[in-house]
C-alpha cells in the first residue's frame, strides 16, 4: 500500500515537471525575442568628428528608432583602432556592446604591429557593412598632367620625381601607393599625419599628388581645386576605378562603414542587427546624409560579409608583405 502511493507521488512530481517544461521553455524563448531591451554600446575605435564617427552618427540616428532602444557611441581610439577593436573581442558576446569600424583598417592595423592585440579573423563576429568612402586618387587641378595615364606614364619615365601625400604610414591609402610601386609605378611618399592635412598639403601645391579618403577631399573636388584621376569604388561614370586601370589589389582599399561584434554572437541578435541596419540605409534621408558625408551606401549582409572579409584580408596582407611593413619589415 505504501509502495503503490509512492509510485503514485513519484508519477505525480513527473506530470508536473513535464507539465511545466514548456512554459518555462517558452519564457527563455521570449526573454531571447525581447533583444534589445537595453540600451547598445557603440565602440567607435576613433576620435570623435573623424569620418568612421561621422557614418556612425548618421546610422545611429535612425537605428535606435528601429530597434526601440537607445545605442550610445563610446569612443576607444588609439593604436590605429586596435584599442577600441581589443575591447570587443573580449567583450561579452550578448548583443549589447557592438563595434562600428571601417574593417580595411581593422584589417591592416594588427599587420602593422609585432604584437598585434587581436587576431582580425578569430577575435570578430561579422554582423553588416553599409557603405564605402573610396580613396581618391588626384592632383591640382593647375597641373599639367590631366590624366590617371598621364600620371603613370610620368612616373614611370621619371620614377620618384613626383611626390604624394597620404594621411599617414599604414593607411590603406599608403597602401595605394605600394600597390603602384609593385607595378613599377614609384612615387616619393610624403605622409601626412591624417586626411585634412593630406588634402591641405595638395590644396598649397606642396606636393604633385594625393591619395585620400573622399570626405577629406569633397570640399576641394566641389571648388575645382582638386582633379580626381581614379578612385578605389566607383563615385562617376567618368573617373575610372584603379581596378579598372589595371591595379586589382586597390579593389579592397576603400573604407567600408562596418558592425562587428566579439566573437560568438548569437546568430538571432546578427540577424536583428543586419535587419534593422537595412532598413536605415534604405531611408532617403539617411542615404543622402551618408552620400553627402561621401560614403556610397551599399548593403553588404552578414553572409556576404564573411566572404568578403577573408578575401579582402588575403589581399592587404600581400600588399603589407611586398611593402615590408609591420611584422614583415626586412
Sequence with gaps: MELKRFKMLVAGVVVTILTC???????????????????????VPFPAGGPVDIGT????????KELGVSIQ????????????????????????TLLSHTYSSLISAPFLEKEPLYNSLKDFTLIVAYGVSPNIFANHSSSNLTSFDDVVKFAKEKPGELNCTSPGIGTTAHFILEVFKMYGVKFTHVPAKGG???ATTL???HV????????AAIPHIKSGAFRVLATTDKIAQEIPTLTEKGFPECGSLGSWLSILGPPHLPKPVQDQIASATR????????????????????????EEFNKKFPEDYKMIEKIVKAAGLGKYAK
Design 21 to 43: 517544461m514548456p512554459l518555462w521553455s517558452g519564457k527563455a524563448y521570449g526573454q531571447e525575442k525581447k533583444y534589445p531591451n537595453k540600451p547598445i554600446d557603440l565602440i
Design 73 to 96: 557611441i563610446q569612443y576607444k581610439p588609439g593604436a590605429g583602432g586596435m584599442i577600441g577593436s581589443s575591447y570587443i573581442a573580449t567583450s561579452k558576446p550578448d548583443g549589447y
Design 196 to 198: 585634412g592635412p593630406a
Design 57 to 64: 552618427r548618421i546610422l545611429v540616428n535612425e537605428l535606435t
Design 279 to 302: 532598413k536605415v540605409i534604405q531611408m532617403p534621408s539617411v542615404k543622402k546624409a551618408l552620400e553627402d558625408a561621401g560614403y556610397t551606401v551599399e548593403y553588404v549582409g552578414t
Design 208 to 215: 604633385d599628388l594625393g591619395v585620400m579618403l573622399y570626405p
Design 203 to 205: 590644396l598649397r601645391k
